[in-house]
């Protein structure tokens, strides 16, 4: 992977940097390198051994065609996940998590669908026949459906993964896709269940800078997977074409030997 992960820079964006030890959950000591000043210190050679693997599992999925959804809504990770899965066109939650995203998608899409049938209103002029109060409601619901589904607008069906940061704060989000056996990757700090995941990387998922590590890492994987995807298809499209161009000549002969043959 051109991706190379080094330790050094883990190191430098203080990804090893875990909870206070009084708040640490036992199942995340076996990556935990040691304790210091009431800290734990997150084993970086295993971050980035669990980066590695994480990333050759998302970018099968993005070459698969299927969409990635991230989830942060703590502050100072929204607009670094904003910013990252929207260059790589995946979906994101930023605002607060939708309860039954996942479970109850079909009643997600329904609002996802309001929001395009109020973009109609406002293109066809049906929009400005309505009162004054009127159009003030249609913006007011445009505008909180835009906050909290507009990044997953163009999300038709449910994701192939999740990527979280910080399973304690999405634990419904967590849930959900337990629930559907959605594969979870995540960022897991030493105070988290990394049983609930099934790609842990475990990092500090409170730091923006660490955070902004590791989703570089992440999304230059998707990327690598989508541009992959666009390369098969691209060779799939030529391939068809000149197996069109070889057939032409083959059945204009074709059409002249039944000529003759009349």
Do not use: C
């Not at 304790?35 to 590695?52: F, W």
């Not at 607060?96 to 109609?120: E, S, Y």
């Amino acid at each position: 992977m051109a991706n190379n992960i080094e330790v050094k820079d883990l190191l430098e964006a203080g990804v090893h940097f875990g909870h206070l030890t009084r708040k640490w959950n036992p199942n995340m000591a076996p990556y935990i390198y040691m304790e210091r000043n009431g800290i734990h210190v997150i084993n970086l050679y295993k971050t980035a051994a669990k980066i590695e693997e994480a990333n050759e599992a998302l970018k099968k999925i993005a070459a698969s065609g299927r969409k990635i959804l991230f989830v942060a809504t703590k502050k100072q990770a929204k607009d670094i996940v904003a910013d990252k899965a929207g260059a790589v066109n995946m979906p994101y939650i930023t605002e607060r998590w939708p309860g039954g995203m996942l479970t109850n998608f079909v009643t997600i899409r329904k609002a996802v669908k309001k929001m395009a049938a109020i973009d109609r209103m406002k293109k066809d002029g049906t929009f400005d026949t309505l009162s004054k109060k009127e159009k003030l409601q249609i913006d007011r619901l445009r505008a909180k459906l835009e906050k909290n589904l507009g990044s997953i607008s163009d999300m038709t069906r449910l994701p192939g993964a999740l990527f979280i940061v910080d399973t304690m704060r999405e634990h419904i989000a967590v849930k959900e896709a337990q629930k559907l056996n959605i594969p979870i990757f995540a960022m897991v700090d030493t105070n988290s269940d990394p049983r609930e995941v099934d790609y842990v990387i475990p990092s500090n998922d409170d730091a923006s800078k660490s955070i902004e590590k590791v989703l570089s890492h992440v999304t230059a994987a998707v990327a690598e997977g989508l541009s992959e995807r666009k390369s098969d298809k691209d060779a799939e499209k030529a391939a068809k074409e000149s197996e069109g161009k070889a057939e032409a000549p083959a059945k204009e002969a074709e059409a002249a030997t039944s000529e003759d043959n009349e």
